[in-house]
Structures are given as C-alpha cells and as structure tokens.
C-alpha cells in the first residue's frame, strides 16, 4: 500500500523538556489511524509536527518520497495537501461559512470563485451544512462550526485529513453530529489521521490504533488487538482508567 | 463682549474660517490615513515570526530595530517640535524649502504612523491565535494570512482607536501653525489679532473644532456597525435536496 506520510525517528523537545522521543510511524493510503493516549502523553505535538505547526527538532517527515524537513522544501504547498481539523474550531471569524471553504482554493489552489464555490457546496452537503452557507462563525454552535472547519479542509482536497481531538471541545449532546460526519468520511475511503479520546469510535472506525505515552509510542495494531488483547501493560492500565470513567 | 462682535466677525471672516477648517481636515485625513497605512505595514512586518537562524534572521532584526526606534522616536516627542526639526531641519541640512502644507502632512503621517504602528501591532496580537494557526495549517504564508484573514479582524478591532487618532489630529494640527500653515488655528490667529477680539474669535474656532471632531466620530461609528454586518442570517434553500439531504433533515427532525 503507498505510504502517504512516513515519520522517522521524529523528535520534539520545548526547551529541555522532550516530548517526542523517536517516533517512527507512517499512514497509508485510505487509511484510518487513531491516535490515543493519556493527557501530555504528545498526541497533539505530534500531529502539529506533521503539518509543522511546529518545528520538530530531530527526525525526518517523509511525503512523496521527499524529506519535507529539509530546508529548500516548500512548507506552504506541503500544507495544502493536510487538512487540518482543530479541537477549537478555528473557522476564520471574517468569513460566513461558505466563504471559509472557498477562501484557500481561490487564493492557494487559484481556483476560479464559482468553481470553487461549487467544491465548497459539494463538502458543506458531505457535512451536512449547506443550508448554513450564509451564517458566520459566531452564529453557529460548536457542532456546526466543527461541521464547517470539515468542510473547509476538505475544500482543499487534501491527501490526508488531520483531526486534533475533533469533538472534545463540544457539548455532549453535538459530538455525535461530528462523530457521524467523520465516519462517513472513514467509510468513503479518506485517509485520516484522529487523535481522539473517543474510544468508541477509535474501536469502530480505525484501521490501525496508535497508543502514545509519555512521548513515545507504546503500542500500535489493530484496534482488536489494542482494545481486546493489548499486548503492554501500559495500554492495559490506560483502557482500564479511561472505560472505567 | 458683545453678540455683535460675534455677527461681525463671522460675516465679515467666515471664509477664512472655512478655509482654515478645510486645511485642518484635509491635513487630517490625509496624514491619518498615510499614517494608517505606515502603521499597517510596519504592523504587519513587526508580527513576521523570527526564523531561527540564517540571514533572514538577521535581516529582520535590524529591520524591527529601525522600526522599534522610529516608533519611541515619534512617539517620545511632541509634534510640535517635530515640525519646527523637520521644515527648518529640511532647509539648512539639505537645502529644502518644503511646501507648508506637504510639510503639514509629513509630519502629521510620520506622527500618526508611529501611534499606528503600534495599535496595529496589538490589533494583530489580539487576535485569536488559533486564526493564525488554521489559515497556517490551509497553507497560507504570512502576508496571505494577514490580507485574508487576522487583518480583517485587526482592523474591525482597532477601528475605535483609529477613529481616536482622526479626532488628535483634527485637533493636533493646530500646533503646525508653527511652520505657518494656514489651518484653522493659524486663520484664528490673525483673524483675532485683526480686531482684538481674542475671545470672540476663538470661541468660534472652538465650535468648528467640535463640529468637526463630533461629526467624524458619528460616521465613524456608523462605519463600525456597517462592518459588523447584520445580527442574522438566511438560510440557503436554494439547493437540490439530493436524497441523503432529505434523510439527513429527517432524521433532524425526529
Ligand atoms: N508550545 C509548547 N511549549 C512548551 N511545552 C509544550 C508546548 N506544547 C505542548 N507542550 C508540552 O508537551 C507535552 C505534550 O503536549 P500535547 O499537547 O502534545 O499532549 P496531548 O497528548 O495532546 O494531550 P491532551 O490529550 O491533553 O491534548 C505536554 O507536557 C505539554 O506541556
Ligand atoms: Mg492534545
């Protein structure tokens, strides 16, 4: 299967604290690859070094046979190709809906408005938004909004779709909207990349669970092998004390 | 005192008075808007992030510190002075003989530049840094970040304090009349000193000041409100329901 994305021997230090240490992973084509964890374990950092959100301090980050850490390599057009999904939304407060999905085709990918208006209404109708194109921002709810920043990732036709924890800042009763969205989008064959702590959907969904602690990666399977027969100890203490909660 | 005084010297001098209140809003807006537009850009180039290491690095270090000096320079004297060191300094040093009035607002822009510099920079700030990050993580690069989405959102933020700015000014011109720029107060000035009629003749400037300050803060409250666009939004019913669409609003509904 063609790799989309290969880590090698990636580290992160913030100052003197190492956050990453060796990570070694990669994410295939139509693949869905859950990353979980416990709180600081590094999920996040990881992800934000794939898309160099942050700058990691060792390693290589392989993307079409090309090492994207190199210096001559361009970081912009590399960022086209992840969509990103962030806990926190972040739709672009200026923008009503639509705009928010059309503003990086018109401006990156050149293209012209009413096609891009037209990729944009095709993903907004995937997310179920299309009748909230005219709304801003600060008009929708938490659901809506995530909803949308789906959308907009998707606007761009990206490789492969980062999503950082995309529920946890949502009222219970919108994660499932999302939750819905995101495996219809796993079923149509995107390759995703989830760090979440919904372990229902991680089981449900993933092709592949990554387990994180403390920086590095303890474990990595199936989600059988990890949620039924986990072979550490550590994903054993971890699953007991999340599903206990 | 006596009413008379005011008629007279209002009919008799009412075209300098609106000269001079005309000279005094042209140099304001004009040096409040170049001035906005320094601040913009000086903004913009203060918040580029500071690579790591290389020339680039070193490039805009020196360049922030042009920047950072220019600004306590401009801001840690008064305008006033800054007119007299820039119309006669121009004529000594280099043997220029500046236009009053381009001089007027040369000063007046440089001024407002070094206010605006730094409102810009905290209106950038200021904005949520999660903006920075999406349109980063989209694939835009500083400037497109800026034009497409923080400034947008920087200006709505520091829309008050630039309307702030316009108000100092239309008030700060007044001390130009130092390199004897015919503004209002300037025409205020000789039309007392004409008649002796100090107080008549400033009580009517005073008013012109306040009819124009108060008039420019309105339309500047109206362009706010005009920015924030309205409180609602329609609903987009004019799509072809597809039948996922339908399911989907059905099981809304339910
Ligand atoms: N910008 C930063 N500067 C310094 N330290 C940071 C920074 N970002 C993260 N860290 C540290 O890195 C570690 C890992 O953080 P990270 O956000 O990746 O964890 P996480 O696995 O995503 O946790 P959570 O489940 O709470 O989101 C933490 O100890 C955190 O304090
Ligand atoms: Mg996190």
Same mark, same amino acid.
């Given at each position: ?24 992973? #990669? ?113 929708? #709810? ?12 998707? #606007? /761009? ?9 995309? &529920? ?5 009763? /919108? ?20 760090? &979440?702590?919904? /372990? ?41 004390? &999340?599903?206990?909660? | ?50 690579? $790591? ?6 490039? *805009?270090?020196?360049? =922030?510190?042009?920047?950072? +000096? ?32 381009? +001089? ?52 709505? =933020?520091? *829309?008050?304090?630039?309307?702030? $700015? ?15 720029? %015919? $503004? ?28 124009? %300050? ?16 309205? $409180?609602?939004?329609?609903? =987009?019913?004019?799509?072809?329901? %597809?039948?996922?669409?339908? *399911? ?7």
């Amino acid at each position: 299967m063609e790799k989309i994305i290969e880590v090698q021997h990636l580290n992160k230090r913030f100052g003197d604290n190492e956050v990453l240490k060796d990570i070694n992973f #990669s994410v295939h084509k139509g693949e869905v690859v859950c990353i979980i964890g416990s709180s600081g374990s590094g999920k996040s950092t990881l992800l934000r070094c794939i898309n160099l959100l942050e700058k990691p301090t060792g390693g290589r980050i392989i993307y079409k046979g090309k090492n994207i850490l190199d210096d001559k390599h361009n970081v912009y057009q590399y960022r086209q190709k992840l969509g990103m999904v962030f806990q926190q939304f972040n739709l672009f407060n200026n923008h009503n809906a639509l705009s928010n999905c059309v503003v990086g085709q018109v401006k990156l990918l050149k293209r012209s408005r009413a096609e891009a208006e037209e990729v944009a209404m095709k993903y907004l109708r995937v997310v179920g938004m299309e009748q909230y194109i005219h709304a801003k921002p600060k008009q929708l #709810s938490g659901g809506q909004k995530q909803r949308v920043a789906i959308a907009r990732a998707l #606007s /761009m036709e990206p490789d492969v779709m980062l999503f950082d924890e995309p &529920t946890s800042a949502l009222d219970p009763e /919108m994660v499932g909207e999302v939750l819905k969205v995101m495996k219809e989008l796993a079923e149509s064959g995107l390759t995703m990349l989830v760090v &979440t702590h919904e /372990m229902g959907f991680a089981k449900e969904v993933s092709d592949r669970v990554v387990f994180m602690d403390q920086g590095v990666i303890a474990e990595e399977g199936p989600p059988e092998q990890i949620f039924n027969s986990p072979i550490q100890e550590r994903t054993r203490e971890f699953l007991k004390r &999340t599903l206990n909660q | 005192m006596s009413s008379e005084w005011f008629v007279r010297i209002i009919t008799e001098y009412w075209p300098m008075f609106i000269r001079g209140a005309g000279i005094t809003l042209f140099i304001s807006i004009i040096g409040t808007l170049i001035g906005s537009l320094i601040g913009l850009v000086i903004g913009v180039i203060r918040t580029v992030p500071v690579p $790591e290491r290389g020339a680039k690095r070193i490039l *805009l270090k020196v360049i =922030n510190g042009l920047l950072a +000096a220019y600004i306590e320079f401009f801001r840690g004297t008064p305008m006033i002075v800054q007119a007299m060191v820039i119309f006669y300094g121009a004529a000594i040093a280099f043997d220029i003989h500046m236009n009053r009035l381009f +001089a007027a607002i040369f000063v007046v822009s440089i001024n407002t530049g070094a206010y605006m510099a730094e409102i810009v920079r905290g209106g950038i700030i200021s904005v949520d840094k999660g903006q920075f990050e999406a349109a980063h993580a989209i694939g835009m690069n500083h400037i497109q970040t800026m034009t497409n989405v923080v400034l947008p959102q920087a200006i709505r =933020n520091i *829309l008050p304090a630039t309307g702030n $700015e316009f108000v100092i000014n239309i008030k700060d011109t007044s001390v130009l009349n130092v390199i004897s720029v %015919t $503004e209002l107060y300037f025409q205020t000035k000789s039309i007392a000193g004409n008649n002796f009629r100090y107080f008549e003749a400033f009580f009517i400037a005073c008013i012109i000041y306040f009819i124009m %300050t108060f008039t420019v803060t309105r339309i500047l409250r109206y362009i706010e409100r005009r920015m924030d666009g309205p $409180e609602t939004f329609t609903l =987009n019913q004019m799509q072809v329901a %597809t039948p996922e669409d339908l *399911l989907r609003l059905d099981q809304k509904t339910k």
